[in-house]
């Protein structure tokens, strides 16, 4: 016989009072009703725990939910990691309400393996029990359990315990317990504390497995704890994971108010959401339609919020028996990942309307174009690979994604991510500190977008050398933070026409002539800055001396800019030009005074140039700025260089 997996999870659900508590306690031998109001009522009121022995010497787990109609969050709380569905109904009642109700969560969560139990089979005649079967065919018709096997049982009398048994066993015989996937998540569906050892949660597990001695992050709280230890069915081990029931004492959560909902995760996934794309399903129970912009209860591991589902499909609502895609924002932000499936009951939580699968854990509030925003919802609704990869980057606000948060996203291992990035649509990018990954469809797009950009900035700007690059992240149709735009220049610059002069974008065959009457205008001022030599006007009194042409101040900086860049002005202050002749002259006889005496004064250098005091400091203040002199007290000396 092939080995028995212990990584599973056994969930006993149905109706109240068919017999779910009595059935886990005649499969184990174990007590679930814990509380001492669970016992004196003789109904499960919370989740109850116990473990199914294998025959190669394995535990599967078993969670016993509550079938009260009150208590459904209860139930959901626990339903979320059944890999196996023991589905009672009692022989004595036949399917009633809740049994309609559990059957649509299990199906909603996506448990495809079960057997529906035939509870109190001693209460009946062969008659009764063919009609109760023929219930249960009837209410398992378009469901993942259409078709399990249906079992007659007598928890009091022990009858069809053993067949149980077997069909149980041979269920998990050969079942491949869900595969590791991103990162162990822990959906806390317990917490408290024991007195000498702290904090304690338990959950079923996701994702992977965790370790003694790891670093995990509690979310939504945002908060790091470290696992002190670990249990599975009371026995403690150094490392447990996926379809097992885990309990983890923590460290470090004493400040933190843990309770059913929080999710304790590897420390790498860092984020929670409140805008989810989802496929969303309403059942037939659901009586009408899920209308867009409706108010609904949303249960997602063990955790529950309010929401509104925004339909994205036509006709703006949701049919019973049909499905569409839709977004939906959550009240309060809950963990959540690609392929998570969750439920979602009406408002005032009277009853199961529907649920879903999680598509993209991170929806835009901007939609638009739709067609769009749907064609990539429904490349990831078809399965994994590099048409989802694309799809996923093609929904995120920002140009580049690196590949850790894509396996984050996607909860996959990262292996499965590099390999799909290996397909030639994708573009790796240099963001800084880390790689990133966009489409070549967006990168060809953002190339394209840039040109355009600096095409138009040079029509609108012709005097201006470019466009501050800032000004261009800004720009930008996806966000791009600023160390990742710096580091992606130098390939965006060398697969298009765009040169980059310090912070400066332009397009390669730009270049700034002064033609036309800006020409005019510079001729003007290179002539009254040159007959000025020594003291030329600053920029008010150049205005004026310009006449009507001056008066606009942002045109003729534009211009003194230009002249600048082509040698023919130089930039000495802040409101200071001077022509180049002027201030060629004044460098050569400077250096010529020095290299004679060794020295020079700002004194000196005035009655040099004979100019007032004001444009020799400026003057020499720049000379030391351009590396020319150095000041040596109140004197000037050459730079060794010169």
Known sequence: MASRVAHAIIGAAGHIDHGKTALVRALTGQETDRLKEERERGISIDLGFAWFALPDGGRAGVIDVPGHERFIRNMLAGAHGIDLALFTVAADDGVMPQSEEHLDILHLLGVGRGVFVLTKSDLADRKRLDEVREEIELLAEGTTLAGA?????????????????????RLLDGFAARRPTGLFRLPVDRAFVIKGHGAVVTGTAMGAEARVGQRMRVLPANAE?????????????????????????????????????????????????????????????????????QRVRFYLGAA???????????????????????????????????????????????????????????GRRARRPLDAYLRNLGALRGGFGPDAVAAMLDLRDELATPAARLALLF??????????????????????????????????????????????HHRANPLAPGMEMEAMRERMPYEIAPRAFRAMLDRLCRETGI????????????????????????????????????QPPDLAQLAAALG????????????????????????????????????DDARARMVERIQADGQITAAGFRDLLGASRKFAIALLDYFDHSGVTVRVGDARKLRAAH
């Open 149 to 169: 096997p249906i079992l007659e049982v007598s928890a009091l009398t022990g009858a069809g315990i053993d067949a149980l048994r077997g069909e149980i066993v």
């Open 225 to 293: 704890v470290r696992v002190r230890a670990i249990q599975v069915h009371g026995e403690s081990v150094e490392q447990a994971g996926v379809c097992q029931r885990v309990a983890l004492n923590l460290a470090g959560a004493e400040r933190i108010e843990l309770q059913r909902g929080d999710v304790i995760a590897d420390e790498r996934l860092d984020f929670a959401t409140t805008r989810i794309d989802a496929r969303v399903e309403i059942r037939p129970a659901a009586k009408r339609p899920l209308r867009n912009q």
């Open 304 to 362: 529950e919020t309010l929401a509104r589902v925004i339909v994205l499909e036509e006709p703006g609502e949701i049919a019973p028996k049909k499905s569409a895609l839709a977004q939906l924002v959550l009240d309060h932000p809950m963990v959540a990942l690609a392929g998570d499936r969750f439920v979602l009951r009406d408002e005032t939580n009277v009853r199961t309307i529907g649920g879903g699968v999680v598509l993209n854990p991170l």
């Open 411 to 456: 909860n996959l291992p990262a292996d499965d991510i590099r390999a799909a990035l290996a397909d030639p649509r994708f573009v790796r990018l240099t963001l800084g500190d880390e790689e990133g990954f966009t489409t070549a469809a967006r990168w060809d797009e953002l190339k394209r977008f840039a040109a355009a950009a600096l095409a138009e």
């Open 499 to 534: 040169a980059r002069e310090d912070s400066v974008l332009r397009l390669a065959t730009h270049r700034v002539r002064l033609g036309g009457d800006a020409g005019r205008l510079g001729e003007r001022i290179e002539r009254l800055l040159g007959e000025a030599r020594f």
């Open 548 to 583: 009507p042409e001056g008066s606009d101040h942002p045109r003729m900086r534009a211009v003194l800019a230009a002249m600048e860049r082509e040698g023919r002005v130089v930039k000495v202050a802040a409101d200071l030009f001077f022509a180049r002749a002027a201030l």
